[in-house]
């Protein structure tokens, strides 16, 4: 059941944190210089850590959107991060996926954690329908924990009900992304990806037990 007071409490938090600018652009500019750094996954030690993972991945997909005002940029590149998946391409590729193509559909939150999940679960071999069925599976069953957690799946309706208070689409004219940025929309907006990569990561980890 969505917890909307924790909710609320949460976006308000974010809406008067102060961001270390310097040292989130210093990270991201790494990784647009020299990639995804790969790293070595030890199961077990990623299990035995894991809620300290997943506070970490959250802070950086809460970061990456301040930074980059792209919600489903800022998932994946957190979970790439974290994972040592992806590339800067996939990145790049991600770029019109906020609420997508800022029409206010689908989360970017849920868009940038279904990319990394077909990067993780996936397989290089397109035919193979049980691989294919293992990532969709997966992919509902996130979602569905997502909707629980955030109360939507929409941007639209994120925005509205959780954000801002009243409907506003910053996808709909550079008068109305002046606004939503004015009234702290993408420090407040970094709740979706936080709780998508969150969430993205838990089901990662729980996969290598």
Known sequence: MTDYTAIKKKVDELAERVWNVEGIEA???????????????????????????????????????FILKNCAQATALALFEEFGLGSMQIIKALTPFPGVAGTG?????????????????????????????????????????????????YCSDIIEKLIMGRRLNPGDSEEAMRTFAAAKGFEKCGLPPGTGARLAAGFIIDSMK
Do not use: W
């Open 27 to 65: 990270r991201v500019k790494k990784m647009i210089k020299e990639g995804i750094p790969r790293k070595k996954l030890d199961p077990k030690e990623m299990i035995a850590n894991k809620e300290k993972i997943l506070d970490h991945v959250q802070l950086l997909a809460e970061e990456n959107n």
């Open 105 to 153: 559909n689908i989360c970017g939150g849920i868009s940038g954690s279904l990319i990394t999940f077909g990067l993780y679960f996936g397989t290089d071999n397109p035919m193979d329908a049980e691989a294919t069925n293992k990532v969709i599976s997966v992919s509902q069953k996130f979602m569905a924990y997502f909707e629980d957690a955030v109360g939507h799946l």
